[in-house]
């Protein structure tokens, strides 16, 4: 059983530029949460994505925006980048429920570099 | 919003010691707080997690406590190994419907063999 997937593991791009990045959700999970981790700090939540609509949204600028795609994929755009936009990227899935709660599963993240 | 504070930031100890954790938080309306475990080259695994009507539940060697009154929480791992060396992350949770976690800072354990 896969779990969680990202892609690509690591990106260098320039300011200015735009990036898109790619998560596939563990099997049978049907929600797709994005985080910017950046280094020596704890995750910070973006956006959330369950039946292809944002559901919730983080303190993060309108440059960020994502998608879902009818099989659960997910991906995550960012434009106009920023030097400080440099961080691993995290995508965690899990499974609506609507009570109690669904555990959040972690791809390994991708590593974007902006010079 | 939730806010979630973490201490300390890095921890060393020696093999076979106790590790201690502990996080607070801001928002009544948290009942879940779920703690993950971070290493290089792995995707952040669920460790262990307790709800709010629970003050305590424990794993083998991991234990996490929840006051909700004073709204902290904290992760106490016993006979420490090496290879429980790895970032630590608590976080905070609504449950049912769409959950947003909130995380902390982290805290680099380091057990030293």
């Known amino acids: 059983d896969a779990g969680v997937t990202q892609s690509p593991t690591h990106l260098i791009k320039t300011r200015g530029q735009q990036v898109t990045l790619r998560c596939s959700p563990k099997s049978g999970h049907d929600t797709v949460s994005w985080y910017q981790q950046a280094l020596g700090q704890g995750p910070q939540f973006i956006f959330q994505y369950y039946e292809e609509e944002e559901r919730q949204r983080g303190n993060f600028p309108d440059r960020f925006s994502g998608h879902q795609f009818p099989n659960y994929s997910s991906e995550l755009n960012v434009n106009a980048l920023l030097l400080g936009d440099s961080a691993l990227y995290l995508c965690?899935?899990?499974?609506?429920?609507?009570?109690?709660?669904?555990?959040?599963?972690f791809g390994e993240g991708s590593r974007l570099t902006v010079l | 919003g939730e806010n979630v504070e973490q201490h300390p930031s890095t921890l060393s100890v020696q093999e076979g010691d106790s590790a201690v954790i502990k996080c607070t938080y801001s928002?009544?309306?948290?009942?879940?707080f779920p703690w993950y475990k971070q290493e290089l080259g792995k995707g952040s695994q669920l460790i262990i997690d307790?709800?709010?009507?629970?003050g305590e539940k424990k794993d083998q060697r991991i234990a996490v406590t929840l006051n909700k009154t004073a709204k902290h929480f904290s992760l106490h791992i016993t006979e420490t190994q090496p290879e429980d060396s790895a970032v630590y992350f608590c976080a905070a949770s609504n449950s049912g419907g769409y959950q947003k976690v909130t995380f902390g800072i982290g805290t680099k354990l380091q057990v030293i063999p």
């Open positions: 928002d009544s309306a948290s009942n879940y």
């Open positions: 965690a899935s899990s499974l609506y429920m609507t009570s109690g709660v669904g555990e959040l599963f």
């Open positions: 307790i709800r709010s009507n629970v």
